[in-house]
């Protein structure tokens, strides 16, 4: 699909806003939990985020800067136990993210010395906008950590 001119389907020409919106609906559908739906007000947002000259491609870049990142992750080896992450984290891990696996966060205590996982269940990729208040929550309650910590 060229999203920068026009794009054709079953041979009719489509604007290229159209193609932008199917393809931005199509990701946000397979890649959200099984009970989200992205309301119109906010795709239209999204359109018209990703909308402006370069902003798609910018996008596409992004991914495409990962690519092979996986591979190499999953033959990562952990590292010393003094080298560990010690800032204290929270890990959000959904259920139905098509990215991150859960069975992946079974390194977490590898790589992070003071970890928290917590499984947000029936929701997808996108956390803050799926799980706003729990999202929210787990920032609040790490600031209240850090700022109990230094009393």
């Known amino acids: 699909m060229n999203l920068a001119g026009e794009a054709r389907r079953s041979g009719r020409p489509r604007r290229p806003r159209r193609a932008l ?3 931005l609906r199509h990701f946000w559908s397979h890649w959200s939990g099984p009970s989200f739906t992205l309301d119109a007000g906010s795709l239209d947002h999204l359109v018209s985020v990703y909308g402006p000259p370069g902003a798609f491609t910018a996008s596409i870049g992004w991914y495409r800067a990962g690519a092979g990142s996986v591979a190499r992750s999953l033959g990562e080896a ?3 136990r003094e080298d560990r992450i010690t800032v204290p ?6 259920e139905h993210d098509p990215l991150f696996p ?7 205590d590898d790589f992070f010395h003071d970890v928290t996982l917590d499984f947000v269940d029936r929701v997808g990729h996108f956390a803050p906008v799926e ?3 729990r999202f929210a929550a787990a920032i609040s309650e790490a600031i209240n950590a850090a700022n109990s910590a230094q009393q």
Request: charged content about 30%.
């Open 78 to 80: 952990p590292p010393a």
């Open 21 to 23: 919106r199917d393809y």
């Open 89 to 94: 984290t929270t890990v959000l891990w959904p």
């Open 131 to 133: 799980y706003p208040d």
């Open 102 to 108: 859960r069975d992946w966060s079974d390194r977490l």
